[in-house]
C-alpha cells in the first residue's frame, strides 16, 4: 500500500505549476481535458519516501487498508517511542517479535530482505534519487516482495518522477474505461497506446485518472511476486 505522506514532502523547483501541466495535457487529449475539467487542477501528491515507505508498501500487501494501520501501529509501539522502527532494527528484530505484530512470515522475510540491503548499502536510497527510472525499478525489484507496481508508486509519490505511467493499474485502466467509453477493462498496452500522448506527465495524466474514480492515490498494493 501506498500512504499519504508522513513528513515533509520534497519539493523540485524545476518542475512547472500543475496548471501549466494540465493546459498542456488537455491540448494533448481532448478526452483527459475532460477528466481535468471533472476533477479540477491539482498538483502531484507527494510523499517523503525512504525506507518507512518501502516497508510499508509490503506490510499492506494483500490486506485490508484497517489490518495494515494496526500492524504500523503495533510496531511503532515496539521500542516505546511511538516512530516507526528503522531499517537497523529489522535486522536485528527477531521474528516472533514481527509475528506478535501481525506481520505474516512471508512478509518478514521480505522485511529484513529489505532491511539488510538498505543497511549494507545493496538499495542506497539517497542515490536513487539522481537514478534513471529504469535503473530505480531494477534497484527495488530486486528486493524481494517489491515487484513493478510498488517500483512505480515510489518513481511517482517518493521520487517525483513526472513521466511514470501504471497502465497495469486497476484504478488507471477503470477510470480509462470510464471517461473513453470502453466495454470491457482496457488491457495495459491499451493504456500505453493512450498515454503516449500524456508524455511527458504521464505521472499527472495518472493522478487526474485516479482523481476521476473519486478516489486518493492507490491503496491496495500489488500481489507479491515471490
Same mark, same amino acid.
Given at each position: 500500500?501506498?500512504?499519504?505522506?508522513?513528513?515533509?514532502?520534497?519539493?523540485?523547483?524545476? @518542475?512547472?505549476? #500543475?496548471?501549466?501541466?494540465?493546459?498542456?495535457?488537455? +491540448?494533448?487529449?481532448?478526452?483527459?481535458?475532460?477528466?481535468?475539467?471533472?476533477?479540477?487542477?491539482?498538483?502531484?501528491?507527494? %510523499?517523503? !519516501? /525512504?525506507?518507512?515507505?518501502?516497508? @510499508?508498501?509490503?506490510?499492506?500487501?494483500?490486506?485490508? !487498508?484497517?489490518?495494515?494501520?494496526?500492524?504500523?501501529?503495533?510496531? @511503532?509501539?515496539?521500542?516505546?517511542?511511538?516512530?516507526?522502527?528503522?531499517?537497523? $532494527?529489522?535486522?536485528? #528484530?527477531? +521474528?516472533?517479535?514481527?509475528?506478535?505484530? !501481525?506481520?505474516?512470515?512471508?512478509?518478514? /522475510?521480505?522485511?529484513?530482505?529489505?532491511?539488510?540491503?538498505?543497511?549494507?548499502?545493496?538499495?542506497?536510497?539517497?542515490?536513487?534519487?539522481?537514478?534513471?527510472?529504469?535503473?530505480?525499478? @531494477? *534497484? &527495488?525489484?530486486?528486493?524481494?516482495?517489491?515487484?513493478?507496481?510498488?517500483?512505480?508508486?515510489? &518513481?511517482?509519490?517518493?521520487?517525483?518522477?513526472?513521466?511514470? &505511467?501504471?497502465?497495469?493499474?486497476?484504478?488507471?485502466?477503470?477510470?480509462?474505461?470510464?471517461?473513453?467509453?470502453?466495454?470491457?477493462?482496457?488491457? =495495459?498496452?491499451?493504456?500505453?497506446?493512450? !498515454?503516449?500522448? $500524456?508524455? =511527458?506527465?504521464?505521472?499527472?495524466?495518472?493522478?487526474?485518472?485516479?482523481?476521476?474514480? #473519486? %478516489?486518493?492515490?492507490?491503496?491496495? *498494493?500489488?500481489?507479491?511476486?515471490?
Amino acid at each position: 500500500m501506498i500512504r499519504p505522506a508522513r513528513g515533509p514532502p520534497t519539493v523540485r523547483t524545476d @518542475e512547472p505549476s #500543475a496548471r501549466a501541466v494540465a493546459r498542456r495535457l488537455a +491540448r494533448a487529449d481532448p478526452v483527459l481535458a475532460r477528466v481535468i475539467r471533472s476533477t479540477g487542477v491539482v498538483p502531484l501528491p507527494r %510523499n517523503a !519516501g /525512504g525506507f518507512r515507505h518501502l516497508a @510499508e508498501a509490503i506490510l499492506y500487501q494483500q490486506i485490508s !487498508g484497517a489490518a495494515g494501520d494496526a500492524i504500523v501501529r503495533r510496531l @511503532e509501539a515496539v521500542d516505546g517511542t511511538g516512530r516507526f522502527p528503522t531499517a537497523d $532494527w529489522f535486522c536485528t #528484530a527477531d +521474528r516472533a517479535t514481527l509475528r506478535r505484530a !501481525g506481520v505474516s512470515p512471508q512478509k518478514v /522475510g521480505y522485511l529484513q530482505d529489505l532491511a539488510r540491503r538498505v543497511v549494507d548499502g545493496r538499495l542506497d536510497l539517497r542515490r536513487l534519487r539522481g537514478a534513471s527510472d529504469a535503473a530505480v525499478s @531494477e *534497484a &527495488l525489484t530486486a528486493v524481494h516482495g517489491i515487484g513493478g507496481w510498488t517500483a512505480q508508486m515510489y &518513481l511517482l509519490f517518493s521520487l517525483h518522477r513526472p513521466d511514470v &505511467l501504471p497502465s497495469g493499474d486497476l484504478g488507471v485502466r477503470k477510470a480509462v474505461q470510464r471517461a473513453w467509453g470502453f466495454r470491457t477493462l482496457p488491457a =495495459p498496452r491499451t493504456i500505453d497506446r493512450l !498515454g503516449r500522448r $500524456w508524455a =511527458p506527465y504521464r505521472s499527472y495524466a495518472t493522478h487526474y485518472l485516479w482523481r476521476s474514480l #473519486a %478516489n486518493r492515490p492507490p491503496l491496495a *498494493a500489488e500481489p507479491s511476486r515471490r
